[in-house]
């Protein structure tokens, strides 16, 4: 992407007060992005029945988002560049809502994978936009609150969406899963227009072709061969092939990025230490551990604590209540100790919940249980936040369309790289002993694993100087010179 110098205000004297209204209206519609997330899965069976296929047919619905969405990430950045962020993120939610109207109107499974198609495309450029839009409206000094108010819906919709979407499906019909999204939308596209400033480069460069086809490609085979680790049980040679061709395809668009002279991605951005930390090296090991609980909890309590649905969501209550309470603190907690302070001993703190996790048991107090998932929750937030924000600090304005949408690609990639690890662990464990299906002890090394990497990222971040992010934390440090 080239790098150039952009031509609007807010770029010169963003206010904290627009900045602040400018991450709500990103915030809503990240909100519906991530609840359509979270609320499909429990219409699946229903969608079966009513498409007149076997319920696990419906899962290519959500692999061809997922794969849709993995596709088109890497041009979202120039995209925005090129035509405006504003015009593409509006474009992105009108997408995304237009798509949700067809899902819901869909007939058959083929109408309906169409459908879901078109969603990822608009989903793929709605979160690297949308944090391009805060990033040039918010001042260094608000950039922590700016991406607090961004990330709350990745909290939130969690909690919601599982439990919206089965009253849902249970007393109106699965279609309204999807129509919801349509008021959520035109909301959303509504506050665009009224408060989103137009963000525009000067000369963003001629589209590099090759390196979109590349990236995307490369893209969409790893996470392919991660989704497929996890969900399909057929050959491991298919799975690692898959992976390898991903692997090959994304180091061919990192040295085409490197040769030609208006790159589709900026990877100077990678030169930045506190960005490279937060996105690549322990950023991407710690988002791998902390994104396996998620998934591993669940199956925890359903096979070795042997409770149904309803009884393990309410331990799940708990875990996400733990990341919308840690909101309240993340600002003064960083102003007071400062980036890496809070990553080490934070890092460390969420590590030390995960072990823990894998020493529950049916005999467990429950007292106990809620403690230690409040605590995995708390240091969720707090530890997603600081990477998010710090992943920011150092990086120029030419810099930040590229940073964005690297940090959603290798995102995207952490998320996924965490349920394959973690079902890799399980499924490991399961085989040595010869059992039909995971139990306790499978978990217990599973979680054990999980958080010994997430020990190692930490003390990775000790490697940051005391003052990294300072100007965007407030760090007392910082603020005494």
């Known amino acids: 992407m080239t790098t150039v110098q952009t031509s609007e205000k807010t770029d010169e004297a963003p206010s904290a007060g627009q900045a602040k209204i400018v991450a709500l209206v990103v915030a809503v519609s990240f909100f519906m992005q991530i609840l359509d997330g979270t609320i499909v899965a429990t219409s699946l ?23 849709t969405m993995s596709a088109f990430i890497p041009l979202s950045g120039w995209l925005g560049d090129r035509f405006g962020a504003r015009r593409i993120f509006l474009a992105s939610i009108g997408v995304f809502t237009g798509a949700s109207l067809f899902c819901g109107l869909s007939g058959s499974l083929t109408e309906f994978i169409v459908a879901r198609a078109i969603q990822g495309a608009g989903s793929a450029l709605m979160t690297p936009v949308g944090r391009i839009i805060v990033l040039k409206s918010a001042p260094k000094s608000e950039l922590v609150n700016a991406i607090a108010l961004i990330t709350w819906p990745a909290l939130t919709a969690p909690v919601i969406g599982p439990v919206l979407g089965g009253f849902i499906t249970t007393y109106a019909s699965w279609h309204w899963n999807f129509l919801i999204n349509i ?82 991605l900026d990877l100077s951005a990678f030169k930045v230490q506190t960005f490279s930390i937060s996105t690549l090296s322990a950023g991407t090991a710690c988002r791998v551990a902390i994104n396996a609980t998620p998934f591993l909890l669940p199956l925890l309590f359903q096979l070795g604590f042997g409770l149904n649905s309803i009884a393990a969501g309410t ?13 309240a603190v993340t600002t003064p907690l960083l102003a007071q100790f400062g980036f890496r302070n809070v990553l080490c001993v934070n890092g460390l703190i969420a590590a ?38 710090l992943a920011f600090a150092d990086i120029s304005p030419a810099q930040r369309s590229s940073a964005s949408t690297l940090s959603s690609m290798l995102q995207q990639a952490a998320m996924l790289l965490g349920v394959a690890v973690a079902a890799a662990l399980l499924n490991i464990s399961t085989a040595l002993r010869a059992a039909p299906e995971p139990a306790l002890v499978d978990f217990r090394w599973a979680f054990l694993a999980v958080g010994l990497m997430g020990i190692v990222s930490s003390l ?12 965007v934390s407030k760090h007392k440090r910082f603020q005494e010179k």
Not at 54 to 64: A, E, K, L, R, W
Not at 208 to 229: P, Q
Not at 460 to 471: K, N, Q, T, V
């Open 45 to 67: 069976p229903q969608m079966a029945a009513s498409f007149g296929v076997q319920p696990v047919s419906m899962s290519i619905g959500i692999t061809v988002y997922m794969l």
């Open 183 to 264: 008021p959520i939308g035109l909301l959303g596209m509504a506050l665009v227009l009224r408060f989103v400033p137009e963000q525009r480069e000067e000369n963003p460069g001629r589209l590099d072709v090759l390196g979109f086809i590349l990236s995307g490609a490369g893209m969409t085979f790893v996470l392919a061969a991660l989704e497929l680790s996890v969900k399909w049980k057929g050959s491991l040679l298919l799975v690692l092939a898959m992976l390898a061709t991903g692997i090959v395809l994304s180091v061919m668009a990192a040295r085409h990025f490197l040769k030609v002279e208006n790159p589709l």
């Open 315 to 327: 331990y799940l209550l708990v875990y996400f209540l733990g990341n919308l309470g840690m909101k």
């Open 352 to 389: 030390l919940c995960i072990i823990a996790c894998g020493f529950f048991t049916p005999d467990t107090p429950l007292a106990v249980i809620y403690a230690i998932l409040l605590a995995a929750g708390l240091s969720r937030s707090m530890e997603f936040t600081a990477l998010n924000t």
């Open 460 to 471: 990775r971040f000790f490697s940051l100087p005391a003052d990294a992010g300072a100007e």
